[in-house]
T-cell receptor, first 113, second 112 residues
Framework: EAGVTQFPSHSVIEKGQTVTLRCDPI?????LYWYRRVMGKEIKFLLH????????ESGMPNNRFLAERTGGTYSTLKVQPAELEDSGVYFC???????????FGAGTRLSVL | GNSVTQMEGPVTLSEEAFLTINCTYT??????LFWYVQYPGEGLQLLLK?????DKGSNKGFEATYRKETTSFHLEKGSVQVSDSAVYFC???????????FGTGTSLTVIP
C-alpha cells in the first residue's frame, strides 16, 4: 500500500511568486492534514480536511495560503504571493476516521529567496 | 493551551550508548502521546505511542512511559545503533481534537 506522497520534494522560488504543493493521502483516508516546520522550530498544524470539507483551518497563517481538496482525494496548498518567512518544510498527513495515528509524507521543502 | 517541550539537540552518541531524549507537555485532560522519527530523506514515521497515564510505548528497542504526575514522556533506548541516527519528535494529540502538537525535534547522530 502506498504511503502519503508529496510533491515536489523541494521548491525554490522568488519572493512574490506562487507555489502549489500537492499531497496524495493514503487511499481510503478521509482525514488529511497540513503541517509546517519553519527552520529549527516545532512542526505546526495548518489545517484539517475531512473528505473535501475544511474541518479546522485555525493554523493557517494568513490569506496568502489556500488549501483545497476537491473530490476528497488529493489536496493542494497554494502560497500566493510567497514571502521569505514562508520558507520551511510542509508536511501532509492522513488518517482514518476514528483512528489516533496520522501517517506523514516526506514533506516539501520550500525555499523562498 | 497544548504544547510540547523537548530536549534541544543536536545529540551525538557513540554506538551502544544509552539514549534519553526528554519530553514534557502541557495539556488539559488526558492527551495521547507519541514519538515520531524522521530518518534522512524520509517522512515522519510513528515510533511509539501511549494513550493513558502509566502506559509504556515501545518499539525497536525504544521505550517511553506516560507520566502524568510529571507531564513527561521521555524517550529511552539502552543501546543505540548507527541506524538510529535521525530526528525525533515528541507530540501530543488531545482527545477533543485531531491536530497534533509537536516539539521542536531532536537530532540524534550515532557514531561508530
Amino acid at each position: 500500500e502506498a504511503g502519503v506522497t508529496q510533491f515536489p520534494s523541494h521548491s525554490v522560488i522568488e519572493k512574490g511568486q506562487t507555489v502549489t504543493l500537492r499531497c496524495d493521502p493514503i487511499s481510503g483516508h478521509d482525514n488529511l492534514y497540513w503541517y509546517r516546520r519553519v527552520m529549527g522550530k516545532e512542526i505546526k498544524f495548518l489545517l484539517h480536511f475531512v473528505k473535501e470539507s475544511k474541518q479546522d483551518e485555525s493554523g493557517m497563517p494568513n490569506n496568502r495560503f489556500l488549501a483545497e481538496r476537491t473530490g476528497g482525494t488529493y489536496s493542494t496548498l497554494k502560497v500566493q504571493p510567497a514571502e521569505l518567512e514562508d520558507s520551511g518544510v510542509y508536511f501532509c498527513a492522513s488518517s482514518q476516521t476514528g483512528k489516533n495515528i496520522q501517517y506523514f509524507g516526506a514533506g516539501t521543502r520550500l525555499s523562498v529567496l | 493551551g497544548n504544547s510540547v517541550t523537548q530536549m534541544e539537540g543536536p545529540v551525538t552518541l557513540s554506538e551502544e550508548a544509552f539514549l534519553t531524549i526528554n519530553c514534557t507537555y502541557t495539556a488539559t485532560g488526558y492527551p495521547s502521546l507519541f514519538w515520531y522519527v524522521q530518518y534522512p530523506g524520509e517522512g515522519l514515521q510513528l515510533l511509539l505511542k501511549a494513550t493513558k497515564a502509566d502506559d509504556k510505548g515501545s518499539n525497536k528497542g525504544f521505550e517511553a512511559t506516560y507520566r502524568k504526575e510529571t507531564t513527561s514522556f521521555h524517550l529511552e533506548k539502552g543501546s543505540v545503533q548507527v541506524s538510529d541516527s535521525a530526528v525525533y519528535f515528541c507530540a501530543l494529540r488531545h482527545n477533543t481534537g485531531n491536530q497534533f502538537y509537536f516539539g521542536t525535534g531532536t537530532s540524534l547522530t550515532v557514531i561508530p
